[in-house]
């Protein structure tokens, strides 16, 4: 018993994109870690998440040993990690064996919507965004290309890609969530 309370004291769960630690729930034995670009989210999230750690870094270059995470989480942050076959690898690399990694994310916009959102962003001075969501059946394969086996993916809930002011309508697709373990 004494090595199983041993390894969860060492048991790390990182939040990638985790912004200003609005989404770091407590973790019951270990280490929490965020990981944000935004070093001034980041500012935030230390001054309000009490027992993580935060690091500023690219969910595409993460200062994280191999094998080092037993629990990886990345919510409405894929997206934005192009190309997401190298942020995939990243993540598989960072991951210890039987370490799980959940995904929540949007289902891709189809085409005609995309191409309608980005120019009425562009038209707004807004930045679009790389990928609007994901085709299921493509994100699987490219997690499994990672390395990782895929456990499962269900839908839960609306993602939000865009709302008035900014744009004319909401923008919305089903929001998954994946889960996937390192063998």
């Not at 990928?131 to 609306?158: K, N, P, Q």
Request: charged share 20%; glycine share 8%; aromatic share 4%.
């Amino acid at each position: 018993m004494a090595e199983t309370a041993e390894h969860d004291q060492h048991k790390v769960t990182v939040e990638i994109g985790c912004g200003s630690g609005s989404r770091a729930r407590p973790v019951p034995a270990g280490i929490g870690v965020g990981v944000d670009v935004d070093i001034n989210a980041l500012r935030t999230a230390v001054r309000s998440t009490a027992g993580w750690t935060f690091i500023g870094a690219d969910g595409l270059a993460l200062p994280l040993r191999d094998n080092s995470c037993a629990d990886l989480r990345i919510q409405a942050v894929l997206h934005h990690l192009v190309p997401t076959a190298t942020a995939l690898g990243e993540l598989a690399r960072v991951m210890q064996p039987s370490g799980v990694l959940t995904i929540r994310d949007g289902v891709a916009l189809d085409a005609n919507e995309a191409a309608h959102l980005d120019d009425e962003l562009r038209q707004a001075g807004h930045p679009s965004e790389p990928v609007y969501g994901f085709d299921l059946d493509e994100l699987a394969e490219l997690v499994r290309a990672s390395g990782l086996d895929v456990e499962d993916i269900h839908m839960e809930g609306t993602a939000t890609w865009a709302t008035p002011p900014f744009v004319s309508k909401p923008y919305t697709s089903e929001r998954f969530h994946l889960t996937a373990r390192h063998p």
